[in-house]
């Protein structure tokens, strides 16, 4: 077992273990979460009850989640000490247990950590940010027919702006980068630009791409779109896309066929089993999840590309508090609310906690568990079919009845 500074693992339980190129996950996982910051409290109480319910539902007694809270953000500097936002225990454990999950957490403002969030995803190379955007019938919606997006984002985490290197304008170090482009490069910046330089590897891209494949072959869906704005950004994105499509034919030429080749070969009809490969331009895709969105399945993108397309997508059913979330790498996994923690909220009980429990249901899909998943959607649907919800879905929905959020919860557990 590893060695803790200020935590101690349950006695009960058992760790999730890696068997060749799967988890093993006994019957009674122990798993980390982070209770999150502001409203992260009222929202993880009632999903850890959601999730106590549906695995008591589906399986009786059989299996059990054990929980085992670590800490971050706001709790972890009053357990650890001051600017201690992210501490080595939190870390520990998430590799000891493999699977994790986590509320919304505060970054800090004037500290050396820039993004908890981030810090999370690049120390524990969790390089797929997973988003699954689908509608649960009688969201509040602003398009005519939010039932046909259904989309899963697969996105990289690792590099592009995240792993962006910038120098303010009018500082010795931006000037000097400036007078190397004009000088060695013969490019022309105006002196007063600040700078930004944001890297695109093969290395990142085939791991996304091969994330992405994998996730339509494990889900049995048809298509894989990269998503790039390759037509201006020759050498980074550009070249997202043609890694992207020389990943899937070194490595999925027996699962795939791309978009050209769907024409040109079998007459626009895919051949049964294969996934097709196609990509579109950035801005063009937002468009096309607005007028055409269930031509898409997986959207495997670049960083900030799909940052803005997660919230576009979930903005179209319910907004970020019905959108889930996962940081993955090969087997390493942390699920997370979406949306911030909404201090002005905290401790009122009044929170949707839609986002975390979705979360957890990814999280019990990933352990294979798919049952508990199905248990939490059916309880999901059910409340909202019913109109019982929280205060920011009741307000846009006629006749409903608002409930707080623990009320929330009990509501979805009754229609597992």
Same mark, same amino acid.
């Given at each position: 077992m590893?060695?803790?500074?200020?935590?101690?693992?349950?006695?009960?339980?058992?760790?999730i273990?890696?068997?060749?190129?799967?988890?093993?996950?006994p019957?009674d996982?122990?798993?980390?979460?982070?209770?999150g910051?502001?409203?992260?409290?009222d929202?993880?109480?009632?999903?850890?009850?959601v999730?106590?319910g549906a695995?008591k539902?589906?399986?009786?007694?059989?299996?059990?989640v054990?929980?085992f809270?670590?800490?971050?953000?706001?709790?972890a500097?009053?357990?650890?000490?001051?600017?201690?936002?992210?501490?080595?225990?939190?870390?520990?454990a998430?590799?000891e247990?493999?699977?994790?999950?986590?509320?919304?957490?505060?970054?800090?403002?004037?500290?050396?950590?820039?993004?908890?969030?981030?810090?999370?995803?690049?120390v524990?190379?969790?390089?797929?940010?997973?988003?699954p955007?689908r509608?649960?019938q009688?969201?509040?919606?602003?398009v005519?027919?939010?039932e046909?997006?259904?989309?899963i984002?697969?996105?990289e985490?690792?590099?592009?702006?995240?792993?962006g290197?910038?120098?303010?304008?009018?500082t010795?170090?931006?000037?000097?980068?400036?007078?190397?482009?004009?000088?060695?490069l013969?490019?022309?910046?105006?002196?007063?630009?600040?700078?930004?330089?944001?890297?695109?590897?093969k290395?990142g891209?085939?791991r996304i791409?091969r994330?992405?494949?994998r996730?339509a072959?494990?889900?049995?869906?048809?298509?894989?779109?990269?998503?790039?704005k390759?037509n201006?950004?020759?050498?980074?994105?550009?070249?997202?896309r043609?890694?992207?499509?020389?990943?899937?034919?070194?490595e999925f030429a027996?699962?795939t066929?791309?978009?050209?080749?769907?024409?040109s070969?079998y007459?626009?009809k895919?051949p049964?089993g294969k996934?097709?490969?196609k990509?579109?331009?950035?801005?063009?895709?937002?468009?096309?999840?607005?007028?055409?969105?269930d031509?898409?399945?997986?959207?495997?993108?670049?960083?900030?590309n799909g940052?803005y397309? !997660? %919230?576009?997508? $979930?903005?179209?059913?319910?907004?970020? @508090?019905? +959108? *889930?979330?996962?940081n993955? !790498? %090969?087997?390493? $996994?942390?699920?997370?609310?979406?949306? @911030?923690? +909404? *201090?002005?909220?905290?401790?009122q %009980?009044?929170?949707?906690?839609g986002?975390l429990?979705?979360?957890? +249901?990814?999280?019990?899909?990933y352990?294979?568990?798919?049952e508990?998943a199905?248990?939490?959607?059916?309880?999901?649907?059910?409340a909202i079919?019913a109109?019982?919800?929280t205060?920011?879905l009741?307000?846009q929905?006629e006749?409903?009845?608002?409930l707080?959020?623990?009320?929330?919860?009990?509501?979805?557990?009754?229609?597992?």
């Open positions: 590893a060695n803790y500074q200020k935590l101690t693992p349950p006695a009960d339980g058992h760790p273990t890696i068997a060749g190129d799967r988890l093993h996950v019957h996982p122990i798993i980390p979460f982070i209770e910051d502001g409203s992260g409290r929202i993880w109480r009632a999903s850890r009850r999730f106590d695995v539902k589906v399986y009786g007694g059989r299996r059990r054990v929980w809270e670590v800490f971050a953000g706001e709790k500097v009053a357990k650890y000490g001051e600017n201690v936002w992210l501490p080595e225990d939190t870390l520990t998430i590799k247990f493999i699977v994790a999950i986590k509320g919304p957490l505060t970054t800090p403002i004037g500290g050396g950590i820039r993004s908890l969030n981030v810090t999370l995803r690049q524990l190379e969790l390089y797929a940010c997973v988003r955007v509608w649960f009688g969201v509040p919606s602003p005519k027919h939010p046909k997006l259904n989309v984002i697969v996105r985490n690792t590099e592009d702006v995240y792993a290197i910038e120098w303010k304008a009018g010795p170090e931006a000037a000097k980068i400036i007078e190397f482009i004009g000088k060695e013969g490019k022309k910046i105006r002196p007063d630009s600040g700078i930004g330089i944001k890297p695109i590897s290395t891209t085939y791409v994330k992405a494949i996730w072959i494990e889900k049995n869906l048809s298509s894989v779109t990269l998503v790039h390759g201006i950004m020759k050498f980074t994105e550009g070249a997202f043609e890694w992207g499509y020389e990943c899937a034919a070194a027996d699962k066929v791309t978009e050209d080749e769907l024409w070969k007459n626009g895919a049964a996934i097709i490969i990509d579109r331009i950035a801005d063009s895709m937002f468009q096309q999840v607005l007028l055409r969105p031509e898409y399945q997986v959207l495997c993108t670049p960083n900030l940052d397309l !997660s %919230d576009a997508c $979930a903005a179209q059913v319910g907004g970020l @508090g019905m +959108a *889930p979330g996962a993955i !790498s %090969d087997f390493f $996994a942390v699920f997370e609310a979406t949306h @911030g923690t +909404a *201090p002005k909220y905290a401790d %009980d009044v929170i949707n906690p986002s429990i979705l979360s957890g +249901a990814m999280m019990f899909d352990l294979g568990w798919t508990v199905e248990a939490i959607h059916r309880g999901i649907a059910g079919a109109k019982r919800v205060y920011d009741h307000r929905m006749g409903a009845t608002k707080k959020t623990s009320e929330f919860a009990e509501e979805i557990i009754r229609h597992m």
